[in-house]
């Protein structure tokens, strides 16, 4: 195979030269081209590096260097602070009075100008509606499981828990909001304890509460595998960031559709913990922000054998 003669050799210089040192001149030529590219995009990465600041990143102001130059405060536009004339008012719709629990009648007993007896009623009140939660008092139930010997044969038998009933010490609503503190509202486990104790009156320890989390997983697991399954029919948006759980390096995995989102755990970030997330046939639209897991070889090759192929699209959008 000929070599191809580089742009900046002459081509009367290049038919005089050996064959032998057209090659070794080619290849060198290849070789730097391939290495200039690859010095130019990391001088390109690293420029980008170095024109962060407060302004344009995540970077927090203490870390900008005197050489950048704040935007001045902008003017006050002059107008007082809250609501301006003409915006739509936003009340409180008041409940329906068929779903108050109590109504309370508030009626003048005499005319506040000359002091007369006032009777009659209004046929329009003034409605005025106080919400208000019912003094929080824990249910204590105790089962007591009484062991019986039998006349006959002399073995004792113990009675057993009702049906439903699981030989912890909590019931599932206490479960239930103990879990939604911790997860849906990202409470710390000592705050939890703390709310516990002063909100709903319960004595619970730290330990009580891993063991409640637990208990939780394992009631709605049958959902979120449903759901799991769910969203490999669906256009998924994914996204995927490092997590740590247990003091071990792990991948938090975001599969987000339009009624649902699923978070997993997986011990890394490749192809192989995509497809085991997406399936196998997955064919719908996948969102992402391009990274290596999404474009990864194996990936393209099951492209060239599935009937529906992934279509990927390009999002610089994250979830994390």
């Known amino acids: 195979m000929t070599p191809k003669r580089p742009v900046l050799v002459p081509e009367e210089v290049w038919e005089q030269a050996p064959e032998a040192m057209q090659v070794v001149v080619s290849g060198l030529v290849t070789y730097y081209e391939q290495r200039i590219t690859q010095l130019e995009a990391e001088v390109r ?3 980008t590096r170095l024109n962060q600041n407060s302004q344009n990143s995540s970077k927090p102001p203490s870390s900008d260097g005197p050489h950048v130059k704040r935007k001045p405060p902008q003017p006050g536009s002059g107008r007082k602070a809250g609501g301006q004339p003409g915006h739509a008012p ?3 719709v008041l409940v329906p009075i068929e779903k108050v629990d109590t109504v309370i009648t508030c009626k003048p007993d005499q005319c506040r100008r000359c002091g ?5 009623s209004d046929p329009e009140p003034l409605r005025q509606q106080v919400v208000e939660l019912p003094p929080v ?3 204590l139930t105790e089962y007591q499981l009484h062991r019986l010997r039998c006349a006959a044969c002399g073995i004792t038998t113990c009675g057993e828990l009702p049906s439903g009933v699981l030989p912890t010490c909590y019931g599932p609503r206490l479960a239930s909001i103990v879990a939604l503190c911790t997860g849906g509202y990202r409470m710390s ?6 709310f516990c104790r002063d909100v709903l009156g319960i004595e619970l320890s730290v330990g009580e509460i891993c063991q409640i989390e637990q208990t939780v997983i394992k009631a709605v697991a049958p959902a979120v595998e449903e759901a799991a399954v769910y969203v490999q029919s669906c256009d998924l ?6 997590w740590k759980e247990r003091w071990k390096r792990r991948t938090l995995w975001a599969l987000v559709t339009t009624q649902l989102s699923v978070f997993t755990m997986a011990t890394g970030r490749g192809a192989a913990v995509l497809q085991r997330l997406v399936g196998k046939w997955y064919s719908g639209t996948i969102t992402s922000d391009r990274a290596k897991a999404y474009d990864s070889q194996p990936l393209r090759r099951r492209q060239l054998c599935w009937a529906h192929p992934i279509r990927t699209q390009s999002s610089d959008c994250g979830l994390t």
């Open 237 to 242: 948006n994914i996204d995927e960031t490092t």
């Open 90 to 92: 936003h009340k409180r």
């Open 116 to 120: 007369g007896s006032l009777t009659g």
């Open 45 to 47: 990465e690293l420029t």
């Open 137 to 139: 008092q824990p249910q």
């Open 189 to 194: 486990k000592r705050m939890v304890v703390s």
